[in-house]
């Protein structure tokens, strides 16, 4: 199966302020028909999941601007430009390249 | 608008039985993939199923192969997990999603203990 490591599993941020999350997988990403299947999920206390950014870094429909989404390969980002309040919660990434589809640990986002 | 309501969680013993069902509305339920993803109390995500939109291709998470079977009723806008030989490592919420997680459901909590 494909490992997807994040980091950090923890991320204290002060509101206003920047963050980024780091997403690495196992292996290559890149799907035979060219994509990069990876996403990004958000899940606030007590929620379900909810898609953030698509194929790497394509936002979802009523997603803020202040996410974005980067990286190709192995290699991927997830940035809040801002960090409000209401963005707390745990981040995922998941790959959908190769089966069985993989989350990562996840990244708690709190606020300092 | 969009939803995914599953049902049919409960409280299973160890080698019991329970049947997932998850209806949705909003969206063309014949022309998109499907899948199960569930979460242990205070863990993270996992994929457990997957099947095509037409139910001619299925997968499964190694850890539940040949216990739980994903199907689908494209007529009732309906999918299912049967899930047999229920383990306690089996209990978690399982999601409903959509496609590549687009669009979840509620969740429905599945308890295997004696």
């Known amino acids: 199966d494909v490992v997807v490591t994040q980091s950090p599993l923890s991320l204290p941020v002060t509101l206003g302020q920047p963050a980024s999350i780091s997403c690495r997988s196992s292996?290559?990403?890149?799907?035979?028909?060219?994509?990069?299947?990876l996403n990004w999920f958000q899940q606030r206390p007590g929620q379900s999941p909810r898609r953030l950014i698509y194929e790497v870094s394509n936002r979802d429909s009523g997603v803020p601007d202040r996410f974005s989404g980067s990286g190709s390969g192995t290699d991927f980002t997830l940035k809040i430009s801002r960090v409000e309040a209401e963005d707390i919660g745990v981040y995922y990434c998941?790959?959908?390249?190769?089966?069985?589809?993989?989350f990562g640990q996840g990244t708690k986002l709190e606020i300092k | 608008e969009v939803q995914l309501v599953e049902s049919g969680g409960g409280l299973v013993q160890p080698g019991g039985s329970l049947r997932l069902s998850c209806v949705v509305s909003?969206?063309?339920?014949?022309?998109?993939?499907m899948g199960w993803v569930r979460q242990a109390p205070g863990k993270g995500l996992e994929c457990v199923a997957t099947?095509?939109?037409?139910?001619?291709?299925?997968y499964y998470v190694d850890s539940v192969k040949g216990r739980f079977t994903i199907s689908r009723d494209n007529a009732k806008n309906s999918l299912y997990l049967q899930m047999n030989s229920l383990r306690a490592e089996d209990t978690a919420v399982y999601y409903c999603?959509?496609?590549?997680?687009?669009?979840w459901g509620q969740g429905t909590l599945v308890t295997v203990s004696s």
């Open positions: 999603a959509r496609g590549s997680g687009s669009s």
């Open positions: 292996q290559s990403l890149v799907y035979s028909d060219g994509n990069t299947y």
């Open positions: 909003g969206f063309t339920f014949s022309n998109i993939w």
């Open positions: 998941m790959q959908r390249t190769h089966w069985p589809w993989t």
């Open positions: 099947i095509k939109d037409d139910g001619t291709a299925k």
